[in-house]
Nanobody, 124 residues
Framework: QVQLVESGGGLVQPGGSLRLSCAASGSIASINVMGWYRQVPGKQRELVATMTESGSTNYADSVKGRFTISRDNAKNTVYLQMSSLKIEDTAVYSC??????????????????WGQGTLVTVSS
């Protein structure tokens, strides 16, 4: 019904940069919040950054000043520009969206949608 497709993960050296993209598709009326989370094996998933439709942002303290989240509402796409990457940024990064979707007639339903995840490895 609604899908998130991520791209842009990969291997990068410490201090390097990487840009993640996440595009939402399907029966979408609007998307309130889009964001990125990350998870390391054996640890809980943690928030990286989120952005509302109006442009308000929220960042984890560990990425403030290094990562920048942005959105293209017309394309239902969210980006995460990651700079000055550290080894501890290595994780699977997943996109999340709070979506208002059409349901038959004139109805709507709220959905919490996750992407499949993309691996970011920071290593020399």
């Amino acid at each position: 019904q609604v899908q998130l497709v991520e791209s842009g993960g990969g291997l990068v050296q410490p201090g390097g940069s990487l840009r993640l993209s996440c595009a939402a598709s399907g029966s979408i009326a609007s998307i309130n919040v889009m964001g990125w989370y990350r998870q390391v094996p054996g640890k809980q998933r943690e928030l990286v950054a989120t952005m509302t439709e109006s442009g308000s942002t929220n960042y984890a303290d560990s990425v403030k000043g290094r990562f920048t989240i942005s959105r293209d509402n017309a394309k239902n796409t969210v980006y995460l520009q990651m700079s000055s990457l550290k080894i501890e940024d290595t994780a699977v990064y997943s996109c999340h969206a709070s979506v208002l979707t059409f349901v038959g007639g004139a109805g709507f339903r709220s959905l919490e949608v996750w992407g499949q995840g993309t691996l970011v490895t920071v290593s020399s």
